[in-house]
């Protein structure tokens, strides 16, 4: 009786995990987050609701023609994925005590700007904001806008789960 006790709590079954870090988290809700919303770009490139998609991203690097079809939208998807662990970080280094939908918001306000104006000059096929269209503004803006509400929202939720537990 005693060594099915034993063998019984030595199972797999029965172990429990080790819970992830948190900044193990992040960074899943970084890559996760990448691969959601750029997804969704790229759904929104095909339907022409956006004249960029996902390849956006590797305008700058002379990579041949390719980066221009469906294969370099699939890149572009795994590429912003993992940048995407970079922008988790910076959320969480700035912004992950603020528990609020509109702090991430904010930040995908942000990320919008500084992919469409500030960094405008490295990506020799977009057009200025000025000269985009409506639909391609406000689709990407919107994009952004949600991917900066996930991105937030999970890494802000994640911190106050992270003090609860702390705190008990």
């Known amino acids: 009786m005693e060594n099915q006790q034993s063998n019984s709590q030595s199972l797999e079954q ?3 995990d080790d819970p992830m870090s948190y900044n193990a988290k992040v960074a899943t809700i970084g890559i996760f987050g990448g691969l959601l919303w750029s997804i969704l770009g ?8 956006a004249r960029i998609g996902p390849a956006l991203v590797l305008m700058p ?24 662990i970079a922008v988790a970080f ?22 919008w700007l500084v992919v469409f104006y500030l960094l405008n000059p490295i990506f020799p096929g977009l057009k200025s904001v000025a000269n ?5 503004i406000l689709t990407t803006l919107c994009l952004y806008v949600l991917y ?19 705190s008990e």
């Open 14 to 16: 029965n172990r429990k």
């Open 42 to 49: 790229y759904i929104a490139f095909f339907f022409n609701f």
């Open 61 to 84: 690097w002379a990579l041949g023609d390719w980066k221009n079809g469906y294969r370099g939208q699939l890149v572009g998807i795994v590429v912003i994925a993992i940048l995407s």
């Open 90 to 111: 910076i959320y969480k280094l700035l912004l992950e005590k603020v528990n609020s939908m509109w702090a991430g918001a904010l930040y995908g306000v942000v990320l």
């Open 132 to 136: 985009l269209d409506s639909n391609t």
């Open 148 to 166: 900066g509400v996930f991105i937030g929202y999970s890494i802000s939720f994640e911190y106050q789960e992270l003090k609860r537990v702390q």
